[in-house]
């Protein structure tokens, strides 16, 4: 499963199945037409989405080399920003279908389990708003795209 959330912990990107073991890069980009990514819009990532466009990553200390302090001060901020939908995960992956069990029913049922427990988790997620947001821009929209009233 890739899963992507605002800034307010709201999930507005699920893919998946994916089956067999993929690298994350390779799922977003055999995904990345599904993304609702506006033009003006960066995505937080971590190091398993390195090289691909549109996505922001911590900077890696090369061997024998050392970041700039403003490479650890970006790489800080990003941390703390990312580990919010570390926390989405967990809360997704909490769900008994991922117990840690080998699932052996249909393709099908796995769909639209998934799906379900997307929804549900989306919907709680929405009640119970854990993170303060940023920037000037507007957080909330509607239906069509267009930004809420604050």
């Known amino acids: 499963m890739q899963l992507a959330i605002t800034f307010m912990g709201n999930i507005v990107l699920w893919t998946g199945p994916h089956l067999g073991c993929s690298a994350d ?3 977003w980009r055999n995904t990345w037409a ?3 990514l ?10 398993g989405y390195v090289g691909a466009a549109g996505l922001m990553y911590k900077y890696k200390k090369r061997a024998g080399g050392h970041l700039t302090r403003a490479q650890r001060r ?9 580990n919010r939908v570390e926390n989405v995960v967990r809360r997704v992956k909490g769900h008994r279908l991922f117990s ?3 699932y052996k029913g249909k393709l099908g049922t796995l769909r639209s389990s998934l799906k379900i427990i997307g929804h ?7 009640q119970r708003q854990r993170f303060s947001s940023f920037g000037p821009w507007p957080h909330a929209y509607d239906a069509q795209g267009q930004p809420n009233p604050p």
């Open 25 to 27: 890069i390779t799922i």
């Open 100 to 102: 840690g069990r080998v």
């Open 120 to 126: 549900v988790a989306a919907y709680e997620l929405r």
């Open 38 to 47: 506006r033009s003006w819009e960066a995505w937080l990532a971590d190091l």
């Open 74 to 82: 970006f790489n800080n901020m990003h941390e703390s920003t990312r």
């Open 34 to 36: 599904n993304h609702p």
